[in-house]
């Protein structure tokens, strides 16, 4: 269960929550606990919550645009309907979690663990995504949209119906997972891109 003074400093505001995230910088080695906390539909935009323990929180329609969620613990989360939007999610652990029908526009996932998540019909536009683990997640019907997916591990990832208009694949990092209905491009966008990567245009 979640460490009830530090769900009730959440709860009490951004204010509150800031002050005490500054006055006691060592809580940033004891990590803020909230394991299990129920949060759904809460404010929680432009928090600092980098470092948090989130495992399997209810999260469900949250709003997070631009939360600091770097390095969080989020595995087995319920983030369905969240609006992740600009928010940092750097080496985020996320295996397990559901991001169903969340938005992650211009989210920083890079280097984040999303192995085995189910990010069906979620909005991942302009995302940044390098180095993330999608190993066995489910992107069915998710827009990859400009996305950077240079050294993201799609390994077993069920891509059905995914939009991958201009998304950037490093050459050996192409998805080998479920591409039933993906589309992976009949031709080669001509802009400059980085060595060894290309441009995946839907249909």
Same mark, same amino acid.
């Given at each position: 269960?979640?460490?009830?003074?530090?769900?009730?400093?959440?709860?009490?505001?951004?204010?509150?929550?800031?002050?005490w995230r500054?006055t006691?910088p060592?809580?940033?080695?004891?990590?803020p606990d909230?394991h299990?906390?129920?949060?759904?539909?809460?404010d929680l935009?432009g928090?600092d919550?980098?470092g948090a323990?989130l495992t399997?929180?209810?999260?469900r329609?949250?709003?997070l645009r631009?939360?600091?969620?770097r390095e969080a613990?989020?595995?087995n989360?319920d983030l369905?309907?969240?609006?992740?939007?600009d928010?940092?999610?750097l080496?985020?652990r996320?295996?397990w979690?559901d991001?169903?029908?969340a938005?992650?526009?211009?989210?920083?996932?890079?280097?984040?663990?999303?192995?085995?998540?189910d990010? %069906?019909g979620?909005?991942?536009q302009g995302?940044?995504?390098?180095?993330?683990n999608f190993d066995?997640?489910?992107l069915?019907?998710?827009?990859l949209s400009g996305t950077?997916?240079?050294e993201?591990?799609? %390994?077993?990832?069920?891509l059905?119906?995914?939009l991958l208009?201009?998304?950037i694949?490093a050459g050996?990092?192409l =998805?080998?997972?479920?591409?039933?209905?993906?589309d992976l491009?009949? %031709?080669?966008?001509?802009k400059?891109?980085? =060595?060894?990567?290309?441009a995946? =245009?839907a249909a």
């Amino acid at each position: 269960m979640a460490n009830q003074k530090h769900l009730d400093l959440l709860l009490s505001g951004k204010t509150l929550w800031e002050k005490w995230r500054r006055t006691y910088p060592d809580v940033q080695a004891v990590e803020p606990d909230l394991h299990v906390a129920d949060l759904h539909g809460a404010d929680l935009s432009g928090f600092d919550l980098h470092g948090a323990d989130l495992t399997e929180a209810n999260l469900r329609g949250a709003d997070l645009r631009g939360a600091d969620l770097r390095e969080a613990d989020l595995r087995n989360a319920d983030l369905r309907s969240a609006n992740l939007s600009d928010a940092n999610l750097l080496q985020a652990r996320l295996r397990w979690t559901d991001l169903r029908g969340a938005t992650l526009c211009r989210t920083n996932l890079s280097k984040a663990d999303l192995s085995k998540a189910d990010l %069906r019909g979620a909005d991942l536009q302009g995302a940044l995504l390098d180095k993330a683990n999608f190993d066995k997640a489910n992107l069915s019907m998710v827009d990859l949209s400009g996305t950077d997916l240079s050294e993201a591990d799609l %390994r077993g990832a069920v891509l059905q119906g995914t939009l991958l208009d201009k998304a950037i694949f490093a050459g050996e990092n192409l =998805p080998m997972g479920d591409l039933n209905r993906t589309d992976l491009s009949k %031709r080669l966008e001509a802009k400059e891109r980085r =060595p060894g990567s290309i441009a995946v =245009p839907a249909a």
